[in-house]
């Protein structure tokens, strides 16, 4: 893929691969848009280089230009705003280390090493705004009055820690938290290919094109050792997407019935888990790819969801369809029987598929063939349009036998070919 991005010193400017000078000093990018400015939002300590190697990048085609071009200007205008200089090419996120053995309101502190907490402010503004009813920030008062004892440890530490840190109301860090647990529309994918291998990939959407400067790779480091790992967003303690290595891969993909907000709120009351808490904690507790089924299967949490396992074995790869108080349904890898990719978007797999993400990613997948499932072919899967579409902030892709190929990129292109 040979993506790249870079961060520099304030006044300089951020390229992200596919991108050229004008002779105006600015960047002008594949769609012919071109911003200049003096500064951007991430922190000045930051002088690295993060580089997925050994993939093929998407290529921009006329027809694909064309198709996003609107989105994209607008993309790019949102970041002016913020003052970020940028050009139309995806990059890959930065990477935070968490240590578990700090004391959980000390944890995120690294993140301010990489952003500016005016900016974080901002943004989580923003998606509060736009997500949240004025109601439910009445309805959170009692909560952050008496937070342990709605909020279990270590997310109530956490969530006070990064108040701290952004010098933030707790009220604002809650709303935040509970406004991810929403992640509009998703596809994931767990696939088997012929020599047992599996692979697991997941392209997360959601309608705020400001979270693509707020995603990060995080590494949780126990005993100075990575425990597990995720992509997610600065100011959210939850993960909808990570690995234990050589033990299983996870994803959650909403599931859209109910009130979600009435469910969040009676669910706190009630002391279940956030989806995305059990993600986490599962990285963490889970043994192996059963146990984590097990978990994820059997833990009461706050709303439906479905959770996309995939293990280190052949046939170890899962979907759960979750209700709040357990498992609707558990389907399996059978490559016995044909099926050795399994492919969830936000509908119940037995029923027919309102639209045609599902359906595209299948006929992608069969087009690819079992031969030939890897990593890269199945970030390509997950690149064609409908499956990757104007709102798809990242892709990731895993497998938990290979640790080291884990691989997000924050989406600003969808490459439309196999």
């Not at 848009?33 to 190697?53: D, G, P």
């Not at 697991?200 to 693509?212: F, I, S, T, W």
């Not at 234990?244 to 009130?259: I, P």
Request: aromatic share 10%.
């Amino acid at each position: 893929m040979n993506v790249k991005f870079e961060l520099r010193a304030p006044g300089a400017k951020v390229c992200v691969d596919g991108c050229r000078r004008s002779s105006s000093g600015g960047f002008r990018s594949a769609l012919g848009a071109e911003l200049q400015s003096s500064h951007y939002y991430f922190k000045t300590e930051v002088r690295e280089r993060w580089e997925l190697s050994g993939e093929q990048r998407p290529a921009d085609t006329a027809a694909h230009s064309a198709q996003f071009r609107g989105l994209a200007m607008n993309t790019l205008l949102l970041w002016a705003v913020f003052g970020v200089s940028v050009c139309g090419g995806s990059f890959t996120p930065p990477a935070v280390k968490i240590s578990l053995d700090e004391p959980a309101e000390q944890r995120w502190a690294p993140l301010l090493k990489i952003f500016d907490k005016d900016f974080l402010k901002k943004a989580a503004a923003e998606v509060i705004d736009t997500t949240v009813p004025k109601w439910v920030h009445y309805a959170i008062k009692p909560v952050v009055k008496a937070l342990e004892k709605y909020v279990p440890q270590p997310y109530a530490g956490e969530i006070m820690g990064m108040a701290s840190f952004y010098q933030s109301d707790i009220s604002d860090i809650i709303l935040l938290n509970f406004a991810y647990e929403v992640s509009a529309f998703c596809t994931s994918i767990v696939a088997q290919n012929s020599n047992g291998n599996i692979y697991h990939g997941r392209n997360l959407d959601y309608p705020h094109e400001v979270l693509k400067n707020l995603t990060i790779d995080i590494l949780f480091i126990k005993n100075g050792q990575v425990v597990y790992r995720g992509t997610s967003f600065a100011g959210y303690v939850g993960l909808w997407t990570g690995q234990s290595a050589n033990k299983f891969t996870v994803t959650g993909n909403e599931r859209n019935k109910g009130h979600w907000w009435e469910n969040v709120i009676s669910a706190v009351l009630l002391k279940s888990s956030p989806v995305s808490w059990l993600v986490r904690e599962t990285l963490e507790q889970a043994v192996d790819f059963q146990d984590a089924v097990t978990r994820l299967a059997k833990v009461p949490i706050i709303t439906d969801v479905y959770y996309i396992v995939g293990g280190v074995h052949p046939r170890e790869g899962a979907v759960i369809t979750r209700d709040r108080s357990g498992p609707a349904d558990i389907w399996p890898l059978d490559w016995a029987m044909g099926q050795w990719y399994l492919v969830e978007t936000n509908f119940d797999h037995w029923l027919p598929s309102p639209d045609r993400r599902r359906n595209v990613a299948m006929k992608a997948l069969n087009t690819t063939g079992q031969n030939n499932i890897n990593t890269r072919s199945l970030y390509q899967v997950l690149s064609v349009v409908p499956v990757c579409n104007g709102i798809t902030i990242y892709t990731t892709v895993m497998r938990a036998a290979a640790p080291e190929e884990y691989r997000t990129v924050v989406r600003e292109t969808c490459d439309d070919s196999i």
